[in-house]
């Protein structure tokens, strides 16, 4: 055997060996990404798990009657106070000023592209039924359930949960309660007076674009109305403000005694709160659909 067949063999069996090698490391680099997608799947399945598991608990405690003790229904008027009768000033005017551009930017495009016909459908179909709730649980959910994320954390933080237990108060009664049932009457409460300004505007831009008299615009309200997208679009909002209070106290429970885990919790659970946000306009529009 020739010096130059060794050389070749020799050759030939480097790059088999090289082949070999690079095939087990994309194989091993793969397994790795199939691993971590895995574990990650697993989390988050674990973790719907357990905010329906909490869920259950939560709706089981709030169709007992002896929840509703005068503390809790003390708490609850707070809630409420808090979250819908204070911000009302401010609702209003970003309320009318969103609902203005939003209204008259819609009926110019309508008016322009000659889809009058279509006026009525898009207002009450469109931005009454669909824009109200998405705006009314992006206000409460930045003001309300990002600070309800951070109380529960600071409280299980600073052990003032140990200290209620102590004093043999239940905290689902008591604080987890009220605060998802003023989530759910918030986010009724709000989203159906953002509608009723949207309609309000609705007034006086069909009566500056399409020259249109209150009559006419009561009328295509009324022909226009589906009573079962109403229907729905209250039970959405319910669910909103439901799930948009939960999320935010089970993952301010999981707050540990160090300070530090405060942020990770607050974090954590924002995510989640718009995570369940979208499934939940999602599963709306295919509840339309069907």
């Known amino acids: 055997m020739s010096i130059k067949s060794v050389f070749d063999s020799g050759y030939l069996k480097l790059l088999r060996s090289c082949a070999k090698i690079e095939f087990l490391t994309d194989m091993g680099c793969s397994m790795e990404w199939i691993e971590k997608i895995g574990r990650s799947i697993g989390k988050a399945g674990k973790s719907f798990g357990g905010t329906l598991a909490f869920s259950g608990k939560v709706l089981a405690r709030m169709l007992?009657?002896?929840?509703?003790?005068?503390?809790?229904?003390?708490?609850?008027?707070?809630?409420?106070?808090?979250?819908?009768?204070?911000?009302?000033?401010?609702?209003?005017?970003?309320?009318?000023?969103?609902?203005?551009?939003l209204v008259g930017i819609v009926f110019q495009v309508l008016k322009d592209f000659g889809l009058t016909e279509f006026f009525g459908h898009v207002l009450m179909g469109l931005i009454v039924t669909e824009l109200s709730p998405i705006f009314a649980v992006l206000l409460i959910t930045l003001r309300s359930a990002s600070a309800i994320n951070v109380e529960m954390a600071v409280m299980k933080s600073n052990r003032e949960l140990k200290t209620l237990e102590t004093f043999r108060i239940d905290l689902m009664n008591y604080l987890v309660v009220p605060r998802i049932i003023n989530g759910m009457v918030s986010m009724v409460l709000l989203s159906s007076l953002f509608a009723i300004v949207?309609?309000?505007?609705?007034?006086?831009?069909?009566?500056?674009?399409?020259?249109?008299?209150?009559?006419?615009?009561?009328?295509?309200?009324?022909?226009?109305?589906?009573?079962?997208?109403?229907?729905?679009?209250?039970?959405?909002?319910?669910?909103?403000?439901?799930?948009?209070?939960?999320?935010?106290?089970?993952?301010?429970?999981?707050?540990?005694?160090?300070?530090?885990?405060?942020?990770?919790?607050?974090?954590?659970?924002?995510?989640?709160?718009f995570l369940a946000v979208l499934i939940i306009e999602v599963l709306s529009l295919l509840t339309k659909l069907l």
Do not use: H, W
């Open 198 to 273: 949207l309609m309000a505007s609705g007034v006086l831009f069909s009566g500056l674009i399409f020259d249109m008299s209150v009559d006419v615009y009561r009328n295509i309200l009324l022909n226009s109305t589906s009573f079962s997208d109403i229907f729905i679009a209250l039970v959405k909002c319910a669910i909103f403000g439901f799930f948009i209070t939960l999320i935010p106290i089970r993952f301010g429970l999981r707050a540990t005694s160090e300070l530090t885990s405060v942020p990770v919790v607050v974090s954590g659970g924002m995510v989640n709160v």
């Open 64 to 101: 007992r009657r002896k929840t509703y003790s005068s503390a809790t229904r003390e708490v609850l008027v707070n809630q409420i106070y808090f979250t819908s009768v204070q911000i009302l000033p401010a609702f209003l005017l970003v309320s009318i000023l969103f609902s203005s551009l």
